[in-house]
């Protein structure tokens, strides 16, 4: 069974572009989850999606925004793109509603010069 | 903020020893899980303990929680280099039985287990 995929790998934008990262959960699963893993600061929650629905969102400005497609696969796009934007951007995913294990993909690396 | 706080910060054993790490939490909780992170790449779970568990094994890892003291520990028996990496303990608050979907990370441990 596959895992939960993202993309790009890597992903090197500079100050103020948009950039869009990618989601695949494992096959099955609805509920998708997006956490920030900066240098310094841990990892964050972003963005909880089930079923097309935002459910949940972390202490993050609104330039962070994303969407969860028919499919449950997802796409955390980051608007106007500040320095402290750099960090790895980790996708989960779950069975649904109910409390479950996550299970995270590769994550993405982005870098903001 | 971080729900979680994790000891030690850093952690240096040779192959074949016991690795024990703790996790302190602050909130009400539906489960607590513990992952492993290498090199900064993904996370991969290793086990999930929900509340009402004070125990659970997983070949040679053993975790145990204690909700009365907002705590758990992950246990790594017989250590191996490659379990060098770095652990994190994650919890799942909850609210009148609601998730909020959210998983809380310590800051984590860092193991390194010398050949």
């Known amino acids: 069974e596959a895992g939960v995929t993202q993309s790009p790998t890597h992903l090197i934008k500079t100050r103020g572009q948009q950039a869009t990262l990618r989601c695949s959960p494992i096959?099955?699963?609805?509920?998708v989850y997006w956490y920030q893993q900066a240098l310094g600061l841990g990892l964050q929650f972003l963005l909880w999606y089930d079923e097309g629905e935002e459910r949940n969102r972390g202490n993050f400005p609104p330039r962070f925004s994303g969407r969860q497609f028919p499919n449950y696969s997802s796409e955390l796009n980051v608007n106007a793109l500040e320095l402290e934007d750099s960090a790895l951007y980790l996708c989960?995913?779950?069975?649904?509603?109910?409390?479950?294990?996550?299970?995270f993909g590769p994550g993405t690396r982005l870098t903001v010069l | 903020s971080q729900q979680g706080e994790e000891d030690p910060q850093a952690l240096s054993i040779q192959e074949g020893e016991n690795a024990t790490m703790n996790c302190s939490y602050k909130t009400s909780i539906n489960n607590l899980q513990w992952y492993r992170q290498n090199s900064g790449r993904g996370l991969v779970h290793l086990i999930l303990?929900?509340?009402?568990?004070r125990e659970k094994h997983s070949g040679r890892l053993r975790v145990t929680l204690d909700t009365s003291k907002k705590s758990s520990s992950l246990l790594i028996t017989a250590s191996r280099a490659a379990d060098t990496a770095s652990y994190f303990c994650?919890?799942?608050?909850?609210?009148?039985?609601?998730?909020?979907?959210?998983?809380?990370f310590g800051q984590g441990t860092i193991l390194t287990v010398h050949p």
């Open positions: 994650a919890t799942d608050a909850q609210a009148g039985g609601t998730s909020y979907g959210k998983l809380t």
């Open positions: 303990i929900r509340s009402n568990e």
């Open positions: 989960a995913s779950s069975l649904g509603l109910a409390p479950d294990t996550q299970y």
């Open positions: 096959s099955g699963h609805t509920s």
